[in-house]
């Protein structure tokens, strides 16, 4: 069983910063893209940033040059800082990883619970 558990999220002003981590957890070979979704209310689930094992990163337009993604393979963990924040930033956060176990060495989709970020005043 894999688990991803995602910290961080919070009530910010806009103009703020937020830094988001996501944790891999369980029976874990490897680990291949990790990304960050998020979805507003009434709105679909849009891909916010992903960054590959190796390091290689895109990002959605709305966040290009304010929000930056990273990974620490050894601890299996990704973050998300956000900075430069804006209501339209409001969302719950959603973490996903392609997650490979011992047992069978296929990648399957894995999905965080999600953290709530709101940018208000």
């Known amino acids: 069983q894999v688990q991803l558990v995602e910290s961080g999220g919070g009530l910010v002003q806009p103009g703020g910063s937020l830094r988001l981590s996501c944790a891999a957890s369980?029976?874990?070979?490897?680990?291949?893209?990790m990304r960050w979704y998020r979805q507003a209310p009434g709105k679909q689930r849009e891909l916010v940033a992903a960054i590959t094992r190796g390091g290689s990163t895109n990002y959605g337009d709305s966040v290009k040059g304010r929000f930056s993604i990273s990974r620490d393979n050894a601890k299996n963990t990704v973050y998300l800082q956000m900075d430069s924040l804006k209501p339209e930033d409001t969302a719950v956060y959603y973490c996903?990883?392609?997650?490979?176990?011992?047992?069978?060495?296929?990648?399957?989709?894995?999905w965080g619970q999600g953290t709530l970020v709101t940018v208000s005043s």
């Open positions: 369980g029976s874990i070979f490897s680990i291949s893209a």
């Open positions: 996903n990883a392609g997650v490979a176990t011992p047992e069978s060495h296929r990648y399957l989709e894995v």
